[in-house]
């Protein structure tokens, strides 16, 4: 009997240990994880939406995790493409590159990533996607790493990061949404993805200033 009950369920092998471990990195360190489950293949989509990850290039993401997003990112990747992930804590870092040949996983802060893509030969990425917890973090922190997104952000490229539905009645996700509209001359705000826990939907955000 097939099971629907929870909407992260992936069917993959080690779907719950990965669960499992997301949950204890929470316990963890609350204030770098955003949530106590990761997040949904339906959020994942939602986030790839409008991305070019076949065209070559540079693809980057931010807070990879267990890798709910890096592992609907690794096949759409095309032959000429290059593929960083900076992810902070180093035993998720070990286990994502592992699983993930592909890609080169980083342990390091997003506020780095201008010297992550200069090692690698690049000065701008053409598509970031981020699963920081941008609700998590203090404004100052916000406003550092966001705007070094946008200083990064190829001129036609975009930038996906999500946020959960309870995160723009917050005073640090309001902070967010302003942000992004000052850093970025467009941005556009997705349906809510209800098949996540909790529910979430995702800033497409092109056009950096």
Same mark, same amino acid.
């Given at each position: 009997?097939?099971?629907?009950?929870?909407?992260?369920?992936?069917?993959?092998?080690?779907?719950?240990?990965?669960?499992?471990?997301?949950?204890?990195?929470?316990?963890?360190?609350?204030?770098?994880?955003?949530?106590?489950?990761?997040?949904?293949?339906?959020?994942?989509?939602?986030?790839?939406?409008?991305?070019?990850?076949?065209?070559?290039?540079?693809?980057?993401?931010?807070?990879?995790?267990?890798?709910?997003?890096?592992?609907?990112?690794?096949?759409?990747?095309?032959?000429?493409?290059?593929?960083?992930?900076?992810?902070?804590?180093?035993?998720?870092?070990?286990?994502?590159?592992?699983?993930?040949?592909?890609?080169?996983?980083?342990?390091?802060?997003?506020?780095?990533?201008?010297?992550?893509?200069?090692?690698?030969?690049?000065?701008?990425?053409?598509?970031?996607?981020?699963?920081?917890?941008?609700? /998590?973090?203090?404004? @100052? +922190?916000? %406003?550092?790493?966001? $705007?070094?997104?946008? *200083?990064?952000?190829?001129?036609?490229?975009? &930038?996906?990061?999500?946020?959960?539905?309870?995160?723009?009645?917050?005073?640090?996700? /309001?902070?967010?949404? @302003? +942000?992004? %509209?000052?850093?970025? $001359?467009?941005?556009? *705000?997705?349906?809510?993805?209800?098949?996540? &826990?909790?529910?979430?939907?995702?800033?497409?955000?092109?056009?950096?200033?």
């Amino acid at each position: 009997m097939r099971d629907t009950a929870n909407p992260n369920r992936t069917g993959r092998p080690g779907a719950w240990s990965d669960a499992w471990r997301f949950f204890r990195a929470f316990l963890r360190s609350p204030g770098t994880i955003g949530a106590v489950l990761p997040s949904s293949r339906h959020l994942a989509h939602r986030m790839l939406e409008g991305h070019d990850l076949e065209g070559g290039g540079v693809v980057v993401e931010l807070g990879p995790g267990t890798g709910a997003f890096t592992r609907h990112i690794e096949p759409r990747l095309g032959a000429e493409t290059q593929c960083l992930a900076l992810e902070l804590d180093p035993e998720a870092s070990l286990r994502l590159q592992q699983r993930h040949p592909r890609i080169r996983v980083i342990n390091d802060s997003a506020e780095n990533l201008g010297s992550h893509l200069a090692a690698h030969g690049a000065t701008r990425a053409g598509s970031i996607i981020s699963g920081i917890p941008w609700a /998590a973090m203090p404004p @100052t +922190l916000q %406003e550092t790493i966001l $705007g070094g997104i946008a *200083r990064l952000l190829a001129p036609e490229g975009r &930038f996906s990061t999500f946020t959960y539905i309870q995160s723009p009645h917050t005073r640090r996700g /309001a902070a967010c949404a @302003t +942000l992004l %509209e000052r850093l970025f $001359g467009r941005v556009e *705000r997705s349906p809510m993805v209800w098949r996540n &826990f909790p529910p979430a939907f995702v800033y497409h955000c092109e056009q950096p200033r």
